[in-house]
C-alpha cells in the first residue's frame, strides 16, 4: 500500500476587488489544513502588507533572476512591469507537510496551475456582480491610484471572459453567502478520494 502525504490544490482567480481576498481568508479560518501559496511579486507592498506574509517583494531584478533559474512554477506580468509568480519551493514545502495549498492568482496563472495539477486540483472564479460594481468596490478601497484602477478594469473586462473554463464560479453578491458556498465547494472537493 502506499501512501500520499501530498495535499491538494485549491485555485482561486477573480479580477481583482471581486473580494477574492476576503473569501479566501474566510475559508482558511473555517477549514483546518488549508495553507496559503505566498506569491512573488515586483510591485510595492499596499497599506500593512507583509513580506512573507501577503507576497515576497522582490525587485524586478531579483524576479528576474528566479525566473532565470526556473524557481517559478508559473509567472505573469499581471500589469505592464509588476510580475507575479508561484514559486515551486513555496508549493512543494507546503504539499509535503500534508497541507492543502490555496492559490490566489490571476486568471492566467490558475489555468496554468490546474492544467498542471489536473484532478488534484479544483479552479474556483470568483465573480463580481457587475463591472460597475467593481469600480465602486477598488474606489472604496482606497489603496490605488484613479490610473491603477482603470488598469484593473480593463483587466477584469477581459479576465471575465474566461470564467466558463474553470471547474467552479461563484458570485460574489453577498460575501456570507459566497464564503458559505465556496466552503462547502471546498469541503466536497477535500472529501473526494
Ligand atoms: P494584487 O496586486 O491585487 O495583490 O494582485 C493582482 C493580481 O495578481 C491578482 O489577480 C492576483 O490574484 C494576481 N497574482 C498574485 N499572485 C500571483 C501569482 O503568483 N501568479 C499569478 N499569475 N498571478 C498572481
Redesign the pocket.
Known amino acids: 500500500m502506499t501512501v500520499d502525504l501530498k495535499g491538494k490544490v485549491i485555485i482561486f482567480?477573480a479580477p481583482?476587488g471581486a473580494g477574492k481576498t476576503t473569501i479566501i481568508r474566510r475559508l482558511l479560518e473555517a477549514i483546518p489544513g488549508l495553507r496559503f501559496s505566498v506569491?512573488a511579486?515586483s510591485?510595492a507592498p499596499r497599506g500593512a502588507e507583509m513580506h512573507g506574509q501577503d507576497y515576497y517583494f522582490l525587485s524586478p531584478d531579483e524576479f528576474r533572476k528566479k525566473v532565470a533559474n526556473g524557481e517559478f512554477l508559473?509567472?505573469?506580468e499581471?500589469y505592464t512591469d509588476k510580475l507575479?509568480?508561484?514559486l515551486k519551493q513555496e508549493v512543494e514545502n507546503i504539499r509535503l507537510s500534508g497541507n492543502h495549498v490555496v492559490f490566489?492568482?490571476?486568471v492566467?496563472?490558475g489555468l496554468n496551475i490546474k492544467r498542471h495539477f489536473g484532478n488534484e486540483a479544483i479552479a474556483v472564479f470568483i465573480m463580481p456582480p457587475s463591472i460597475e460594481e467593481l469600480q465602486k468596490r477598488l474606489e472604496a478601497r482606497a489603496t490605488d491610484t484613479p490610473d491603477v484602477i482603470a488598469q484593473r478594469i480593463a483587466k477584469a473586462k477581459y479576465e471575465l471572459s474566461f470564467a466558463p473554463n474553470f471547474d467552479k464560479v461563484i458570485i460574489n453578491d453577498n460575501i456570507e453567502e459566497a464564503v458559505q458556498t465556496t466552503t462547502a465547494i471546498i469541503e466536497h472537493f477535500l472529501a473526494k478520494q
Open positions: 482567480s481583482s506569491s511579486t510591485r508559473e509567472w505573469e499581471v507575479y509568480g508561484t490566489d492568482v490571476d492566467a496563472g
